[in-house]
């Protein structure tokens, strides 16, 4: 096991001592989230401002049946990747025939579509109030309405999807994303399909947002219209692109500070996005791969200095 792995294992089982449980749970709940967007953003070379789409449709589709039906939780968590996926195949497929600049407002305009659907569709999800009274089900029998259980049941699926992208960018689709990522020519020319490609990476980078949003509507017990919008995707790739976009442990560590900064120092000092500025500014002129690029010349540094 490497040494990364160990120190996030680690982590999972101490954070909830430092921080607060409802707090540490957001971490990993955003980590999850931010594992999608860096197959698309960090590995496959798309800048996508509409990830917001996939985790607010499969928050609101399992909210629902969750409130109205009383589904397991099992159940929800299928359903939540499933519709994750699907809407990221329905926009991931208008999406690739563009490149560029028009992909990104692509992206961003078939947020906004689903944003004001989600808006204008009252009966559904609520509207501007969002969708509250979702339930927190029970899992095989044991009740997680305590937040520390709550907590061990996201912290486990996130270490599991940690471990499957890990797979994923390690698999030859990880690499074939790579080669599309460093040279969509060549990749093109080597015979991929690079259309197709991307979209595979749409839909798995659909299928994590899908998971991570039924966890948040059954962590807080109601889906904001704010989970479905286009800042919300700002954030993810904000965080993202802090932590270190390219790496497997970037948005982990990106959704660490953003949640923190956002949920503690809020607390403190009203003005804490400026701290979230500076950091984007420092990473976009000095650190492009983020948090991780600093540790690895940090630690090359006294490499070279010993």
């Not at 955003?30 to 917001?52: D, K, V």
């Not at 689903?114 to 999800?125: D, I, K, R």
């Not at 948005?251 to 809020?266: A, N, Q, T």
Request: with cysteine; charged share 10%; glycine share 12%.
């Amino acid at each position: 096991m490497s040494r990364a792995w160990l120190v996030t294992l680690a982590t999972v089982v101490l954070l909830p001592v430092f921080v607060r449980h409802t707090i540490a749970t957001e971490i990993w709940i955003f980590a999850i989230f931010g594992l999608g967007l860096n197959l698309l953003m960090g590995y496959t070379g798309l800048l996508s401002f509409g990830q917001a789409t996939f985790f607010g449709a499969a928050a609101y589709a399992v909210g629902y049946l969750l409130k109205h039906y009383a589904i397991n939780v099992v159940l929800a968590l299928a359903i939540g990747v499933a519709v994750g996926a699907a809407s990221a195949a329905l926009v991931g497929y208008l999406c690739v025939q563009r490149s560029g600049l028009y992909f990104i407002m692509l992206t961003f305009a078939l947020n906004q579509m689903f944003y004001f659907t989600a808006y204008q569709w009252t009966t559904v999800t609520g509207g501007e109030d969002g969708m509250p009274g979702v339930p927190r089900p029970e899992v095989l029998g044991l009740d997680i309405h305590a937040p520390l259980a709550y907590y061990t049941v996201v912290a486990l699926l996130f270490v599991l999807a940690l471990w499957i992208m890990r797979r994923i960018v390690e698999s030859p689709l990880g690499k074939i994303l790579q080669s599309i990522r460093d040279n969509e020519l060549r990749a093109e020319a080597l015979g991929y399909n690079v259309p197709r490609m991307k979209l595979v990476a749409f839909v798995l980078g659909g299928a994590f947002a899908g998971l991570a949003g039924v966890l948040y509507a059954m962590l807080f017990g109601i889906v904001p219209l704010e989970a479905i919008g286009f800042v919300f995707s700002g954030n993810v790739v904000f965080a993202t692109l802090i932590g270190g976009s390219g790496s497997l442990y970037g948005p982990v560590i990106g959704s660490f500070v953003f949640i923190w900064l956002s949920e503690s120092v809020s607390a403190i000092w009203a003005r804490w996005p400026l701290l979230l500025g500076v950091a984007f500014v420092v990473v976009v002129l000095f650190l492009r791969g983020g948090v991780v690029e600093a540790w690895a010349r940090y630690r090359a540094w006294r490499h070279a200095s010993g």
